[in-house]
């Protein structure tokens, strides 16, 4: 087992989790260590669907029609979003979700400031029931990939596939 699949195995396990377990539910078993109901891992995985998080954090997903396999989702991309703000990356969810605890992912996508390419309302309009079945979901997927690449600041240029945002014309 490799130094970073234990430590996220580790994070995990130390996490307390509420199950939401109803009677006699099968529960299956999110990053080795959490187990969840199949209802709640089904509204994660719709959740992730409708709410678009495929479209950026899932490489060549929207090119494909939503046909990228699903054990392919949520491992970022390196296309850069460019704007006045410099050159940012979708993130591998894969990688930053599993250091959340409940608490803390709670307060990460409520906390989430208004971006121009992150559409960080959808998050903020999520029950908390939702947020927790989003990462349930993607702590179930597991780890894998690497990390997006680093953003950039405004002055630096990036040489790659990207989307440029223009300011707003009045």
Do not use: I, K
Request: aromatic share 8%; proline share 7%; charged share 20%.
């Amino acid at each position: 087992m490799n130094l970073r699949r234990f430590l996220a195995v580790a994070v995990l396990a130390s996490t307390s989790v509420s199950c939401g377990l109803a009677a006699g539910e099968p529960a299956v078993v999110v990053a080795g260590s959490q187990p969840v109901s199949q209802v709640e891992l089904e509204r994660g995985r719709y959740l992730v669907r409708v709410g678009g998080c495929n479209d950026c954090h899932t490489a060549g997903y929207v090119a494909d029609y939503g046909g990228v396999p699903e054990q392919d989702w949520l491992l970022g991309d390196d296309t850069a979003f460019v704007g006045r703000w410099g050159t940012t990356f979708a993130s591998n969810l894969r990688l930053t979700m599993l250091r959340y605890t409940d608490d803390q992912w709670l307060a990460r996508a409520r906390s989430l400031e208004d971006s121009a390419v992150m559409p960080t309302e959808r998050l903020r309009a999520m029950s908390d029931n939702d947020l927790l079945a989003v990462l349930r979901y993607v702590q179930y997927l597991g780890p894998r990939g690497e990390p997006a690449p680093q953003p950039l600041p405004p002055n630096e240029a990036w040489v790659g596939a990207s989307v440029r945002y223009s300011p707003a014309t009045p």
